[in-house]
């Protein structure tokens, strides 16, 4: 059985989705369980710690109370991503990874929604002040520059006629 071709080729890329999202809620769990909602676990001083805190809103917090919306929106993302990643998954492996973790990321935080009307977020980064964010925000962003660095890659072999190790 080969895992290049068919239905079975664009099945490694929904594995990946899958465990980024079993991993995004294992964690989601963990914080739920054993720590209340407000307090903070320094893991290294100065850097990065762990913060209990839910968001109702999008990265950031903006647009709280938009629950609807964001299901709207993120039911149209996950369908846009199935169908393009269907279109690109036998040509482009590196952006087809790109967009398995968009895909993860993105179910991860929906199921949430979905599910408790907000996300929970853990992720605290000391040193540049950055908002709160989850697992799965992290492999979504993972994901969203690998497609950045694809297009950015397919802009340049359109302007130059060079072929990237990738395309």
């Not at 977020?121 to 000391?126: G, P, R």
Request: with cysteine.
């Amino acid at each position: 059985m080969t895992y290049s071709k068919g239905v079975n080729g664009v099945f490694r890329y929904y594995c990946i989705a899958v465990g980024v999202i079993i991993v995004d809620h294992v964690v989601k769990w963990l914080v739920s369980m054993y720590m209340t909602i407000g307090q903070q676990i320094t893991v290294i001083p100065g850097v990065f710690g762990l913060a209990s805190i839910r968001n109702k809103g999008a990265a950031f917090s903006i647009l709280e109370g938009q629950l609807g919306f964001f299901i709207a929106v993120t039911s149209l993302v996950i369908i846009g991503i199935m169908i393009y990643l269907h279109r690109v998954y036998r040509e482009n492996q590196f952006l087809s990874y790109g967009l398995a973790l968009v895909l993860g990321g993105a179910l991860g935080n929906y199921i949430d929604r979905v599910f408790k009307g907000e996300v929970v977020d853990m992720l605290q980064v000391h040193f540049f002040n950055f908002p709160i964010f989850n697992v799965a925000d992290s492999l979504l962003c993972i994901g969203v520059a690998m497609i950045a660095i694809d297009s950015l890659r397919a802009s340049r072999k359109d302007r130059t006629g060079i072929v990237s190790p990738e395309s």
